[in-house]
């Protein structure tokens, strides 16, 4: 059997066991280092790509989920609109149609107006003609004995009286009564203001009788009894409003004449007023 020991060994074999210098055995060690450096940046590298990747992919799934969802939306926004739109062109379409009714309800509103007017006029008309025979009589005194009045003979009169070859009948008047009385009021310092007789209607039996009444009223002035037209409602209204006119400076004069209501302008001219609108241009 045969021993080798170290001693008995080739110088070369023995060499490369043992006698390696330091330097050669650092080589070994940091080549190992690289290798194991290089290894995890190549799996860091590998993780990150996976991890970028996996990123990407997530954010792409939400991406387009989140499209997904806006698109919808957004298809029912554009119907919704598309609804709106289509009621809208209803509706313009029904605002124009209404528009060109109420239009031609207007026309014929105007129509109805003018027609109305012209009725309204009319019956003016017919109602002051219906009073050309009267006239009422201001300050006619009522007994104060508690007897009977008789109208007929009163005015009269009273009339006859005061005017100098009237000549006045009973049987010349038609019709007379009097009005009801106005409602007392009272004065500044509290007592009740004294009231005047209520004024008295009288209709004559012919017209020429309430002419020559009318014309020699004149010889009135200054005294207790006054006669005037018995006018409509408006008309009187009309007349009222004409005086304050006269009383402003703004109208030198304002009169009625068979149920006619005239007024003579700061120019010195007569004119004719129906309404309010014709008595502010007349004061213009």
Known sequence: ??????????????????????????????????????????????MLKAMTD???????????????????KLDVHVREQFVLHERINVLEKRCGELQSDNLVLRNELKKQ???????????????????LENVLIHGVPVPQDGTPENLYTAVPDVLNRFISGLNLTPNMISVTHRLAPAKPSNNSSGHNAPTKP????????????????LANRKELRGKSVVVTEHLTPFRAQLLKKASSLVSDHKIL?????????????????????TNDTELVQAAQ
Not at 2 to 20: A, F, I, Y
Not at 56 to 67: F, M, P, T, Y
Not at 261 to 266: A, E, N, R, S, Y
């Open 54 to 72: 996996s990123f990407n992919q997530c954010v792409s799934q939400i991406s387009r989920a989140v499209e997904e969802k806006i698109n919808v």
């Open 113 to 131: 107006q003018v027609c109305l007017d012209k009725v309204s006029t009319a019956c003016e008309d017919l109602e002051q003609y219906s009073r």
């Open 198 to 213: 209520p004024p008295v209607i009288v209709r004559f039996v012919h017209r020429s009788t309430r002419h020559n009444l």
């Open 1 to 46: 059997m045969l021993l080798t020991d170290e001693n008995n060994m080739p110088k070369d074999k023995v060499t490369s066991k043992q006698d390696k210098s330091p330097s050669q055995q650092t080589g070994d060690t940091s080549g190992s280092e690289d290798m194991l450096l290089d290894k995890f940046e190549v799996m860091m590298t590998r």
């Open 253 to 273: 004069s304002a009169w009625s004449q068979d149920g006619k209501i005239l007024v003579k302008t700061t120019q010195n001219r007569t004119v004719v007023v």
